[in-house]
């Protein structure tokens, strides 16, 4: 059976986030992962409406859990992200 929705309060290096996982049947789960100065999102997620919105995001691909986007490498990023010193292969944790 596919979780349907996953809410989860994250404490990540003493910051606090809020982590959404959608389960989708046949295929990685949508996760995103916000925190107080941008998000991470899973590759499912359009970089150009995020930087049409002036949003700090990276994405990270191949995550199946929150956790576990934790921990891959970020591949790409908005432009406001990048202003904030975020950098493609560096780790999501660091990058949020």
């Excluded at 049947?25 to 899973?42: F, K």
């Excluded at 934790?70 to 493609?88: D, N």
Aim: proline content about 4%; aromatic content about 2%; overall charge negative.
């Amino acid at each position: 059976m596919v979780r349907l929705i996953l809410i989860k309060n994250l404490n990540i290096d003493g910051r606090s986030a809020t982590g959404i996982e959608i389960g989708m049947p046949d295929a990685p789960p949508l996760i995103i992962i916000s925190g107080e100065r941008g998000a991470l999102l899973s590759s499912y997620m359009s970089l150009t409406e995020v930087d049409r919105h002036s949003m700090a995001a990276a994405v990270v691909k191949g995550a199946y859990s929150l956790e576990e986007m934790m921990e891959r490498p970020v591949t790409s990023i908005s432009s406001r992200a990048e202003s904030l010193g975020v950098k493609v292969g560096m780790a999501a944790r660091e990058a949020l």
